[in-house]
């Protein structure tokens, strides 16, 4: 059976988002991320494949959020104070995924 990173390898827009992710928590050090937070650091960072239309790569980027949390690398809560906002927390198995990779990094 593969391995969770060896899923996401083949899914390349989701492999790509799922690192955007870790590397906004920890320079943000944040535990949980908004579309919105997470919107900002991408323009920030000017992280746009699509020079024509760059909000078409950042929906892609959306696309691949509710495709983690789907697949249970991320959980959507609801704050009480706004029902309409989602925060995304990364689940163990996005932390596995991580350090997975790294071990990979540090012993290359």
């Given amino acids: ?5 060896e899923v996401l390898l083949r899914a390349p ?6 690192l955007l992710i870790n590397e906004y928590l920890q320079v943000k050090r944040r535990r ?3 579309y919105r937070g997470l919107r900002a650091y991408w323009d920030m960072k000017g ?13 892609t980027v959306e696309r691949a959020i509710r ?4 697949l249970g690398f991320l959980e959507r809560r609801h704050p009480r104070s706004n029902k309409k906002t989602v925060i ?6 996005f932390w ?13």
């Fill in 1 to 5: 059976k593969p391995s969770d990173l």
């Fill in 13 to 18: 827009s989701l492999y790509r988002t799922l």
């Fill in 32 to 34: 949980g991320f908004t």
């Fill in 47 to 59: 992280l746009y494949r699509d020079e024509r239309d760059p909000a078409r790569e950042w929906h």
């Fill in 67 to 70: 495709k983690l949390a789907e």
């Fill in 88 to 93: 995304f927390y990364p689940t163990k198995r």
């Fill in 96 to 108: 596995r995924v991580i350090e997975e990779r790294e071990g990979l990094i540090d012993d290359g």
